[in-house]
């Protein structure tokens, strides 16, 4: 089992949906979670945190379930620019630990008008 | 600098040949990573530096790979012996302690095509 596993997609959704997807990790003694987002041929963003009692920013909410070890995102009413990979990143160590930090592959979301 | 600076942006080398990969970091920020990915691919961790402490090198797929950081800001990545698989874009990260909590901030990348 990947030690931090996304559904690659992609998914294909209207203008306007709201659309969900999630992350499942293996380590149960992992620490912090975030959602990045990488638009095609570019690096990376941090879109969100992922914070334990869970948490919105806009249109966005991210929530965590240590009982089954997954985090989720999701997105309502969503526009043509939030077309773009979204990336699982999971902090399974400590603070000098970095070699924990897991990337997952991501899951493509497109959206069509 | 406002954000992480990499050079070259783009970079086709020789099968055979060493390159060196350059990451400028966030000012004051102490930790800075590399990473690779290939096309389609996820994130592979390369190496990690955090201020004066022994770097994490777990992630260096060979003895051909190697990287330093001198005085705490700018990092260089070598690549000896270049081979057609290193072909990736090779992604500098930097935070500061704080913010393991709150991510890191990628440069652009250097996209290394190997021939």
């Known amino acids: 089992r990947k030690e931090v596993e996304q559904d690659p997609g992609p998914f294909n959704v209207p203008e306007g949906a709201t659309v969900a997807f999630n992350c499942t990790y293996s380590?149960?003694?992992?620490?912090?979670f975030f959602w990045y987002r990488q638009d095609c041929r570019k690096e990376p963003k941090l879109l969100m945190s992922?914070?334990?009692s869970g948490n919105e920013d806009g249109r966005f909410t991210a929530q965590l379930n240590r009982a089954s070890q997954y985090i989720s995102l999701l997105i309502r009413d969503s526009k043509l620019s939030d077309s773009a990979t979204y990336l699982c990143?999971?902090?399974?160590?400590?603070?000098?630990?970095?070699?924990?930090?897991?990337f997952g592959s991501g899951t493509r979301l497109s959206i069509r008008p | 600098g406002a954000g992480v600076s990499q050079s070259p942006s783009n970079k086709v080398t020789e099968k055979g040949k060493d390159v060196e990969l350059r990451c400028d970091p966030i000012?004051?920020?102490?930790?800075l990573y590399w990473y690779r990915q290939s096309l389609g691919q996820g994130l592979e961790f390369l190496i990690y530096?955090?201020?004066?402490?022994?770097?994490?090198k777990s992630g260096l797929p060979s003895d051909r790979f190697s990287a330093e950081r001198t005085g705490g800001s700018v990092s260089t990545l070598t690549i000896q012996r270049t081979q057609q698989e290193d072909s990736a874009v090779y992604l500098c990260?930097?935070?500061?302690?704080?913010?393991?909590?709150?991510?890191?901030?990628f440069g652009s990348g250097t996209r290394l095509t190997v021939v």
């Open positions: 380590n149960s003694a992992s620490q912090s």
């Open positions: 990143v999971v902090n399974m160590g400590g603070y000098s630990s970095a070699s924990k930090i897991i």
């Open positions: 992922v914070y334990s």
């Open positions: 530096f955090q201020g004066n402490s022994a770097p994490d």
């Open positions: 000012s004051g920020h102490t930790a």
């Open positions: 990260a930097s935070s500061n302690r704080d913010s393991t909590n709150y991510g890191y901030t």
